[in-house]
């Protein structure tokens, strides 16, 4: 199993930066795919960023050269790095990850950390 803990969420104002923090309660060296998800009111759950174990990374179109998904092994701990904000990118921002135990695929969440961008 595997606990994640999010952070660097706040109130900004639009072109302003962000940068959001995924602390897990493991080592994330051996697990393969971790992410970054938001939820704005009365919208469904979206992926932002995800990134692999060897590096590569996949980003939503709404985001790209915006922001910048990263990780650091040595201090198990999941980056995203926000810029440019928009108005649009207010939500709660959710770090993400799976693992395939003996009952099949099982995902982890954080509790999610807020981030509201003002016009």
């Known amino acids: 199993q595997v606990q994640l803990v999010e952070s660097g969420g706040g109130l900004v104002q639009a072109g302003g930066s962000l940068r959001l923090s995924c602390a897990a309660s493991?080592?994330?060296?051996?697990?393969?795919?971790m992410g970054w998800y938001r939820q704005a009111p009365g919208k469904q759950r979206e992926l932002v960023a995800t990134i692999t174990s060897g590096g590569n990374t996949n980003y939503a179109d709404s985001v790209k050269g915006r922001f910048t998904i990263s990780r650091d092994s040595a201090k198990n701990t999941v980056y995203l790095q926000m810029n440019s904000l928009k108005p649009d990118d207010t939500a709660v921002y959710y770090c993400?990850?799976?693992?395939?135990?003996?009952?099949?695929?099982?995902?982890?969440w954080g509790q999610g950390t807020q981030v509201t961008v003002s016009s």
């Open positions: 493991r080592s994330i060296f051996s697990i393969n795919t």
């Open positions: 993400n990850t799976f693992l395939f135990l003996n009952t099949g695929k099982v995902d982890y």
